[in-house]
């Protein structure tokens, strides 16, 4: 079975340009985390999609960003205009709903790189 | 979710036990303990789950006392491929408005030959 997988590995853009970061979660699993991780920092929560719908995007950090999950399959996280203070590594997580149980474990993607100059 | 207190780096050499203390003062009855690894240039991957007494899997033991203020990560006889850093975290996963995981700074543990 095929993990989360992120795209691209490495972004390297210049502040004020666009970039899209995309993430494929595992098939079958109706829960997609983005968190970012900026120097020197935690690992932060930014949102969550439960199959196409958001179910939590308090951790988004501003509007530069939006997040969408069309299909409810993959994602996409653009950020426009990207500002120096972007620049950190994003990863996916994706998790299978197991009822509430208590039990979900996330599984992650390994992350993209994203350096803005 | 509950706030997690774990040392900031640990040394250890192949082939000891290495224990990882997690501290958890204010975890709620529906909190689970969950513990993840990351290596360099990965994402964090799941290693444990407890929420009482003891848990054992291929890769760890998660031992919790009775009253659950802490949590102790067991790697039996490592390697120098767990070189790593091992994040604790408390909270209940749902897959509904609470399935964000909130990280601390983890615990860098390195392995030396």
């Known amino acids: 079975e095929a993990g989360v997988t992120q795209f691209p590995s490495h972004s390297v853009i210049e502040k004020g340009q666009t970039v899209t970061l995309r993430c494929d979660p595992i098939?079958?699993?109706?829960?997609l985390y983005w968190y970012r991780r900026v120097m020197g920092k935690e690992i932060k929560f930014l949102l969550h999609f439960v199959k196409e719908s958001k179910q939590d995007e308090s951790g988004m950090p501003n509007n530069r960003f939006l997040a969408e999950r069309t299909g409810g399959t993959y994602s996409t996280l653009k950020v426009q205009p990207a500002e120096l203070e972007d620049s950190g590594v994003y990863f996916c997580a994706s998790s299978q709903d197991r009822g509430g149980s208590g039990l979900e474990t996330q599984y992650f993607g390994p992350g993209t790189r994203l350096l803005v100059l | 979710l509950a706030k997690t207190t774990q040392p900031i780096s640990m040394d250890s050499y192949e082939g000891q036990e290495v224990n990882i203390t997690c501290s958890h003062n204010n975890i709620a009855t529906n909190d689970y303990i969950t513990w993840y690894q990351q290596f360099p240039s990965q994402g964090p991957r799941f290693i444990i789950q407890g929420y009482k007494t003891k848990v054992t899997n291929e890769v760890a033991s998660l031992f919790i006392p009775a009253d659950r203020k802490s949590s102790t990560l067991s790697l039996p006889r490592v390697s120098l491929s767990d070189t790593a850093v091992y994040y604790c975290l408390v909270g209940m996963n749902y897959g509904g408005s609470q399935g964000n995981l909130i990280f601390g700074k983890g615990t860098k543990l390195s392995v030396k030959p």
């Open positions: 098939s079958g699993h109706d829960n």
